[in-house]
């Protein structure tokens, strides 16, 4: 795809100097100053992106590196995080379902209780 854009942005600034050639009110010797000041900026614009895919390319792969040895930490921390809550949860729960069986038990005997 890039490389497509690239091929265009040259295609593109060929096309642009044969019109500019053709339709010059210059003369030869201006219009060939203009067309290597136009070259000149065409080369330095298309070494520019390269730059700047390359830093790019390099960017993302660090980022995916990164990414690839942060993510597995961070899901283990999580998964130790989740079992010392269950851990810490589950005796917790037992106690509170052992008072709603008592007072569940309990609730008949009570002068309050309607059925």
Do not use: C, W
């Amino acid at each position: 795809m890039i490389k497509n854009f690239l091929k265009g942005l040259v295609f593109g600034a060929a096309v642009g100097t044969v019109g500019g050639l053709f339709f010059a009110p210059r003369s030869g010797n201006d219009t060939r100053k203009k067309l290597i000041q136009e070259l000149d900026e065409a080369t330095e614009l298309t070494n520019e992106l390269n730059n700047s895919l390359n830093h790019f390319k390099r960017a993302l792969a660090e980022t995916k590196e990164t990414a690839s040895t942060v993510i597995p930490e961070f899901q283990e921390a999580i998964q130790k995080d989740i079992e010392d809550f269950k851990f810490q949860a589950e005796p917790r729960i037992a106690q509170i379902n052992e008072q709603v069986e008592k007072l569940t038990a309990d609730l008949p005997d009570s002068p309050y209780y309607a059925q």
